[in-house]
């Protein structure tokens, strides 16, 4: 069983940047493919970056050139950096295995809300 516990959000002018961090429990971490999602107010929980165990990623279109995943095997982390971030970024984010099965398994933590606003 994994354990995900996510920080790092806040509140943040448009245009400015935020770090999210996610820390997991279990020595199986560094085999999975991870993901950050995010869930706005009534919306679905959509993915927007992804990032696999050998540190290929993807990203959602309208985080491309704005957003950064990245992981730390050695000490079961993965990262999001936001940049640029917009009014339409607010939402609580989470991170999770990049596969519905696994993330289904494994459960959703509690999630670090990012709300941008001026």
């Known amino acids: 069983q994994v354990e995900l516990v996510e920080s790092g959000g806040g509140l943040v002018q448009p245009g400015g940047s935020l770090r999210l961090s996610c820390a997991a429990s279990g020595s199986i971490f560094s085999r999975y493919a991870m993901a950050w999602y995010r869930q706005a107010p009534g919306k679905q929980r959509e993915l927007v970056a992804a990032?696999?165990?050998?540190?290929?990623?993807h990203y959602e279109n309208s985080v491309k050139g704005r957003f950064t995943i990245s992981r730390d095997n050695a000490k079961n982390m993965v990262y999001l950096q936001m940049n640029s971030l917009k009014p339409e970024d607010t939402a609580v984010y989470y991170c999770?295995?990049?596969?519905?099965?696994?993330?289904?398994?494994w459960g959703w933590g509690q999630g670090t809300q990012v709300t941008v606003s001026s």
């Open positions: 999770n295995a990049d596969n519905p099965s696994t993330s289904t398994m």
């Open positions: 990032i696999t165990s050998g540190g290929s990623t």
